[in-house]
Protein backbone atom coordinates (compact mmCIF):
# COMPACT_ATOMS: atom_id res chain seq x y z
CA UNK A 1 0.00 0.00 0.00
CA UNK A 2 1.32 3.53 -1.07
CA UNK A 3 0.91 6.33 1.50
CA UNK A 4 1.31 9.94 0.61
CA UNK A 5 1.66 12.09 4.02
CA UNK A 6 0.80 15.52 3.79
CA UNK A 7 2.46 17.66 6.36
CA UNK A 8 6.08 17.53 7.31
CA UNK A 9 5.83 18.19 11.05
CA UNK A 10 6.36 16.24 14.04
CA UNK A 11 3.47 13.70 13.24
CA UNK A 12 4.28 13.46 9.67
CA UNK A 13 7.37 12.83 10.32
CA UNK A 14 7.01 10.35 12.88
CA UNK A 15 4.42 8.13 10.68
CA UNK A 16 6.75 8.19 7.76
CA UNK A 17 9.35 7.10 9.85
CA UNK A 18 6.75 4.01 11.41
CA UNK A 19 5.40 3.23 7.65
CA UNK A 20 9.46 3.08 6.73
CA UNK A 21 10.20 0.88 9.61
CA UNK A 22 7.06 -1.64 9.06
CA UNK A 23 8.29 -1.82 5.29
CA UNK A 24 11.77 -3.01 6.39
CA UNK A 25 9.91 -5.78 8.27
CA UNK A 26 8.22 -6.97 5.75
CA UNK A 27 5.07 -5.45 5.53
CA UNK A 28 3.35 -4.11 2.66
CA UNK A 29 3.53 -0.55 2.63
CA UNK A 30 5.48 2.46 1.05
CA UNK A 31 5.78 5.66 1.98
CA UNK A 32 5.73 8.08 -0.98
CA UNK A 33 6.90 10.84 1.69
CA UNK A 34 6.06 14.07 3.12
CA UNK A 35 4.34 16.83 1.24
CA UNK A 36 4.24 20.79 2.50
CA UNK A 37 1.85 22.48 0.81
CA UNK A 38 1.82 25.67 2.46
CA UNK A 39 3.74 27.10 0.25
CA UNK A 40 1.51 26.15 -2.91
CA UNK A 41 3.07 22.98 -3.63
CA UNK A 42 0.87 20.63 -5.09
CA UNK A 43 0.18 16.85 -4.03
CA UNK A 44 0.79 15.49 -7.30
CA UNK A 45 3.76 17.44 -7.36
CA UNK A 46 4.95 15.75 -4.13
CA UNK A 47 4.16 12.42 -4.62
CA UNK A 48 5.03 12.01 -7.95
CA UNK A 49 2.58 9.24 -8.67
CA UNK A 50 -0.98 8.29 -7.22
CA UNK A 51 -0.93 7.23 -3.71
CA UNK A 52 -3.63 4.31 -2.10
CA UNK A 53 -4.14 6.31 0.64
CA UNK A 54 -3.43 9.86 2.22
CA UNK A 55 -2.88 10.99 5.29
CA UNK A 56 -3.13 14.92 6.57
CA UNK A 57 -1.57 15.94 9.34
CA UNK A 58 -0.98 19.67 7.79
CA UNK A 59 -2.89 22.91 8.14
CA UNK A 60 -6.60 24.00 7.55
CA UNK A 61 -4.93 25.85 4.43
CA UNK A 62 -4.67 22.27 2.83
CA UNK A 63 -8.34 20.86 3.29
CA UNK A 64 -9.28 21.99 0.07
CA UNK A 65 -6.08 19.86 -1.77
CA UNK A 66 -6.59 17.18 0.52
CA UNK A 67 -10.06 16.69 -0.20
CA UNK A 68 -10.27 17.65 -3.69
CA UNK A 69 -7.29 15.16 -4.38
CA UNK A 70 -8.83 11.75 -2.69
CA UNK A 71 -12.36 12.55 -4.77
CA UNK A 72 -10.57 13.06 -8.09
CA UNK A 73 -8.36 9.60 -7.30
CA UNK A 74 -11.27 7.83 -5.69
CA UNK A 75 -9.22 7.48 -2.69
CA UNK A 76 -9.55 7.37 1.02
CA UNK A 77 -7.90 9.77 3.30
CA UNK A 78 -7.38 10.33 6.55
CA UNK A 79 -7.48 13.86 8.02
CA UNK A 80 -5.73 14.65 11.08
CA UNK A 81 -5.25 18.46 11.34
CA UNK A 82 -6.04 20.34 13.94
CA UNK A 83 -7.70 23.87 13.94
CA UNK A 84 -10.53 23.28 11.51
CA UNK A 85 -13.26 25.71 11.19
CA UNK A 86 -17.01 25.20 10.27
CA UNK A 87 -16.11 25.42 6.48
CA UNK A 88 -13.24 22.65 6.37
CA UNK A 89 -14.75 20.91 8.40
CA UNK A 90 -18.46 21.00 5.79
CA UNK A 91 -15.88 20.09 2.80
CA UNK A 92 -14.44 16.89 5.11
CA UNK A 93 -18.13 15.87 5.13
CA UNK A 94 -19.17 16.75 1.28
CA UNK A 95 -15.95 14.88 0.87
CA UNK A 96 -16.93 11.65 2.81
CA UNK A 97 -20.21 10.96 0.74
CA UNK A 98 -17.67 10.55 -2.15
CA UNK A 99 -14.53 8.62 -0.90
CA UNK A 100 -13.80 7.05 2.76
CA UNK A 101 -12.64 9.56 5.10
CA UNK A 102 -11.56 9.16 8.89
CA UNK A 103 -11.17 13.10 10.34
CA UNK A 104 -10.04 13.78 13.88
CA UNK A 105 -8.72 16.79 14.81
CA UNK A 106 -6.31 15.63 17.33
CA UNK A 107 -5.21 11.84 17.53
CA UNK A 108 -3.65 12.10 20.77
CA UNK A 109 -5.64 10.26 23.61
CA UNK A 110 -6.21 12.97 26.41
CA UNK A 111 -7.84 15.16 24.04
CA UNK A 112 -9.98 11.79 22.42
CA UNK A 113 -11.31 11.03 26.12
CA UNK A 114 -12.30 14.99 26.71
CA UNK A 115 -14.00 15.68 23.22
CA UNK A 116 -15.98 12.57 24.03
CA UNK A 117 -16.83 13.35 27.89
CA UNK A 118 -17.66 17.27 26.45
CA UNK A 119 -20.10 15.50 24.00
CA UNK A 120 -21.82 13.57 26.63
CA UNK A 121 -22.19 15.70 29.07
CA UNK A 122 -23.51 18.29 26.40
CA UNK A 123 -26.26 15.62 26.07
CA UNK A 124 -26.95 15.18 29.62
CA UNK A 125 -26.96 19.14 30.15
CA UNK A 126 -29.30 19.85 27.49
Known amino acids: MKIGIIGAGAMGKTVNNYIEERRAQGDDFESLGTAELINGGSIEEAF ?42 QRIKLAAEKVPVVFSANYSLGITV ?7 MTEILE
Open 48 to 89: GETPDIIIDFSNPANIEKTCSYAEEHGIPAVIATTGCGDAET
Open 114 to 120: MARIAEE
